[in-house]
């Protein structure tokens, strides 16, 4: 009898073991899995922040620049007025608070007029490397950060200032103090958690322009991988160690306008403190429960860890828009699986969404909403790639500068919007508009004949010239058509022969479409 019972309670303790170990091997896996899930959702969320941040500070440059155009537009307009001056860079200098100060300089760098905080620069020579490579090169630039005369580390963004009449007359140019409080800083300050994360900046010379540490502001980074890939023009993330020898989980980005690294990271410590701490809690609550129902727990051991194998499969295709769809469907039917699904999918849906609208951003057209150059450039590729043929419409629209002199830009922008709902109209269904810049624009069309590209295009020009623009009236557009790979096995050559044709349209005569004809097919690379 004993030997029965202790062969029971040996039978017993064996399958309480071995059932143990297998929800103890399950709770290790798991939490791996879900580990390195967490530490890939991160570094993706770091490097679309990075991204974002480098997508806005571009946007930001490009505006100022714009501003300081129109500026100098306006200055050569007023000139020799230096009141007007005055009243130009007061107006700059006021304008969102972008610069720390703005001076207007004669082409020999002697300050004519300047905001007041560089109140005492009037009159004198500048001699910094920002005014010196401003009034050598003569154009639109931005400055390697310097250092100003009393010490502020500082960088330029000019503008020629070009008369009429072709003569240059200096430029009008705007500083930020990369080490006080300035629009620059007040983008990159959006990035702040008490979890440890942080964002900098570095420029092309891997100095520090940014950092939650002022006191390393001008110092230069060297052995920083996420800089150096940055600087190379790349975006990613990577995991790397700082110089306080923490393991950081890094993303970063690219500002080609001011050749600057932008980085976000977070000390993985902190990314993996929250998911350490929800798989202690769910290893000790369910403890006494595995112990005190052993037959429910070897029944039910598949229906709970069901869950989290879901998940733990799922995490490995995080960059598929499906699989957002799959976790959805994952019944969770206890607390913890079913916080830890809603995670993954406030993660995930996030992920999706930096990057799904930055991907639609740089894609797009803002003021027409089209596709714009680089999206063509994206389309160009994948055609290549596929080799799937297609013909191009470039057309332009005809004294579309006598619309803009005589009505005004706004009204010139409505005529640019309805122009390209009208392209969308006139076109197939699988055809793409586009909008190149200014008033020149294309439609891409994929599988399409030349003959047929050709009626498309004079169907085009007839619904414009019969469309009663608002305000405007009715208006014209010149267009050139030609075909890859009918023309030329080069892509780049076929656009430009869409181009030429549309500038022979112009020449002759305007409001007509001019087809490249057979005898334009080449068999020379030259």
């Known amino acids: 009898m004993s030997t029965v019972e202790n062969g029971g309670i040996t039978v017993v303790s064996l399958a309480l073991l071995g059932t143990l170990v297998a929800v103890f091997n399950m709770f290790i896996t798991s939490a791996k899995l879900q580990k390195q899930a967490l530490i890939e959702s991160t570094l993706q969320s770091n490097e679309a922040y990075a991204s974002k941040l480098a997508d806005s500070t571009q946007l ?19 000139w020799p007025d230096h009141s007007y001056f005055e009243e130009e860079v007061s107006r700059l200098s006021e304008k969102n608070r972008v610069f720390n100060s703005v001076v207007f300089t004669n082409e020999s760098g002697i300050v004519l007029s300047s905001s007041d905080r560089a ?24 400055s390697q950060p310097y250092e100003s005369q009393i010490g502020n580390l500082l960088v330029l963004i000019s503008h020629p200032v070009y008369h009429n009449d072709g003569r240059y007359l200096g430029y009008i140019g705007g500083t930020i103090y990369l080490e006080e409080d300035n629009i620059l800083s007040r ?12 964002t900098y900046v570095a420029d092309s010379h891997r100095r520090l322009l ?28 990577l995991r790397i160690v700082n110089s306080k020898n923490i393991e950081m989980l890094s993303g970063y980005a ?13 000390p993985i410590e902190s990314t993996l403190q929250a998911h350490e701490g929800l798989m202690r809690k769910i290893f000790l609550h369910s403890l006494p429960f595995n112990l005190g129902i052993l037959a429910l727990i070897w029944l039910c051991g598949w229906w709970i860890s069901n869950p989290l194998r879901q998940l733990a499969r799922n995490a490995k295709n995080m960059k598929q828009r499906a699989t957002i769809q799959r976790i959805e469907r994952i019944p969770t039917w206890y607390f913890e699986a079913n916080e830890l699904k809603k995670a993954f999918l406030y993660g995930l849906q996030n992920i999706h969404d930096h990057v799904g609208q930055l991907r639609q951003d740089v894609h797009t ?3 027409t909403g089209l ?38 830009h706004d009204i010139g922008d409505e005529v640019l919007k309805e122009l390209a709902l009208i392209m969308q109209h006139s076109s197939r269904e699988q055809d793409l ?94």
């Open 433 to 526: 508009s586009i909008r190149l810049g200014g008033e020149e624009f294309l439609v891409f069309l994929p599988d399409c004949p030349l003959n047929r590209a050709s009626e498309i295009a004079e169907r085009l020009r007839i619904n414009v010239e019969n469309h009663p623009f608002e305000q405007v009236g009715h208006i014209t557009i010149s267009l050139g058509v030609a075909a890859w790979p009918a023309h030329h096995h080069d892509t780049a050559f076929v656009l430009k022969l869409a181009d030429n044709m549309m500038y022979a349209a112009k020449q002759g005569g305007r409001n007509q479409v001019r087809t490249a004809p057979v005898s334009e097919l080449t068999n020379s690379d030259a």
């Open 187 to 198: 983008l990159l300050d959006e990035h702040h958690y008490k979890d440890g994360s942080y």
């Open 60 to 78: 930001f440059l490009e505006n100022t620049q714009l501003e300081l155009a129109y500026s100098a537009n306006e200055i050569a307009k007023h």
């Open 210 to 237: 940014y950092h939650p540490d002022k006191s390393r502001l001008g110092t230069t980074v060297e052995a920083n991988t996420a800089i150096s890939l940055a600087l190379s023009g790349a975006t990613g993330a």
């Open 119 to 142: 109140s005492e620069l009037r009159g004198q020579v500048l001699r910094s490397p920002g005014n010196i490579q401003a009034l050598a090169e003569r154009r639109p630039l931005m």
């Open 365 to 367: 057209d803002p003021l």
């Open 254 to 266: 690219y500002i080609p306008a001011a050749q600057w690294a932008v980085v976000s990271q977070r």
């Open 371 to 408: 596709h714009n150059r680089r999206s063509l450039e994206h389309i160009l590729e994948k055609c290549e790639r596929s080799n799937t043929p297609f013909a191009i419409i470039y057309l332009d629209i005809d004294h579309f500068k006598r619309v803009n002199d005589t009505y005004g």
